[in-house]
């Protein structure tokens, strides 16, 4: 079976032949990445129109960051900033993402052409999040959360952080589907750099068949965070700015794709899109020279309710201060 088939379909979106690109507008003046740059409706629309030319198959569009420490905007400005440019490239053909903690701006956002909403707290900031998004009947991001980035609200202490993410993603989705989302819109993201430190990032993406075990689509959403600035630093030097991740970023979208992820989440897409489509040229000679029946890393997987199997191997410890900034 191909390792294409075992990154599973999400419902209520289209099927690429390969691990997909999801292009990010941050409509905010203060995200970590490029905060401000495209804060007006007119850029921000144009922006992701630029993102789909250079190959990404969806836009997340968000009006809230999640920066360590940034505080948060209220209801009627995150509306103000992400309906219009959802609905301005709805109309233009794009498949957007809404990324929001917020039902009401889900709803309308779904309302105004969206069709997936990506919640980084997983439903858990808004209790009101997964009647909406059942209500609606559209897929859903559950991502692994611990509370909002600020203060010393981090949380970032882990035994073992592919097993504990692994099963706090586990009970996560249970209260998703619980609450009437379909399983078969129910896609999970790691949540990489949320309460994570370097190390605890690399070990995730180091064992992304564990989460594959939970049985639903993937996301890693690894762009320009600050891992990837600590590895490209070394042990003595300073990290790169965000803006000079993205040959890093690429790398990871690479070998995301070669792990079966379902997508990528990054904010430069053009190197990513070519990494994704050289990775899926790989496993398609791979298929071609492996004899009939032979297994391949990553098979395709079911929603089941059975506990994924905990990692013996630790994933490291210690508080965080990474940022999950979108």
């Not at 991502?143 to 097993?163: E, P, Q």
């Not at 003595?236 to 989440?265: C, F, H, I, K, Y």
Request: a negative charge; one cysteine or more.
């Amino acid at each position: 079976m191909s390792k294409q088939s075992g990154r599973g379909r999400v419902v209520g979106l289209p099927e690429w032949d390969r691990c997909a690109v999801m292009g990010v507008v941050n409509v905010t003046p203060d995200s970590f990445s490029d905060g401000g740059r495209w804060f007006d409706t007119t850029s921000a629309v144009k922006h992701g129109l630029q993102l789909v030319a250079e190959g990404a198959d969806l836009v997340d569009v968000g009006g809230e960051s999640t920066r360590p420490g940034a505080s948060r905007v209220d209801e009627t400005e995150e509306l103000r900033r992400v309906i219009p440019v959802v609905r301005g490239l709805a109309s233009e053909g794009v498949v957007v993402s809404v990324d929001t903690m917020r039902a009401s701006v889900a709803a309308r956002a779904l309302a105004a052409g969206a069709a997936l909403v990506n919640d980084v707290s997983g439903g858990l900031a808004d209790p009101a999040m997964i009647p909406a998004v059942a209500d609606a009947g559209a897929p859903f991001v559950v991502m692994h959360w611990r509370g909002f980035l600020a203060g010393d609200n981090v949380r970032g202490v882990y035994a073992d952080v592919v097993a504990e993410v692994v099963d706090e993603l586990h009970a996560r989705v249970d209260a998703v589907l619980a609450g009437g989302i379909s399983p078969d819109r129910v896609v999970v993201d790691p949540g990489l750099g949320f309460s994570k430190e370097a190390d605890h990032d690399l070990s995730l993406l180091a064992h992304l068949d564990r989460l594959h075990a939970l049985g639903h689509p993937l996301l890693v959403a690894a762009s320009r965070k600050r891992f990837l600035g600590r590895v490209l630093a070394g042990s003595q030097g300073a990290p790169p700015p965000a803006r000079e991740r993205d040959a890093a970023t690429a790398a990871v979208s690479a070998l995301a794709a070669e792990a079966g992820a379902w997508a990528v989440r990054v904010h430069e897409v053009r190197a990513t899109a070519d990494a994704v489509r050289v990775a899926r040229a790989v496993e398609e000679a791979r298929e071609r020279s492996d004899p009939p029946g032979a297994g391949t890393p990553h098979q395709a997987h079911t929603t089941t309710d059975e506990p994924a199997v905990r990692d013996p191997r630790p994933g490291g410890h210690g508080p965080s201060g990474a940022e999950g900034a979108r």
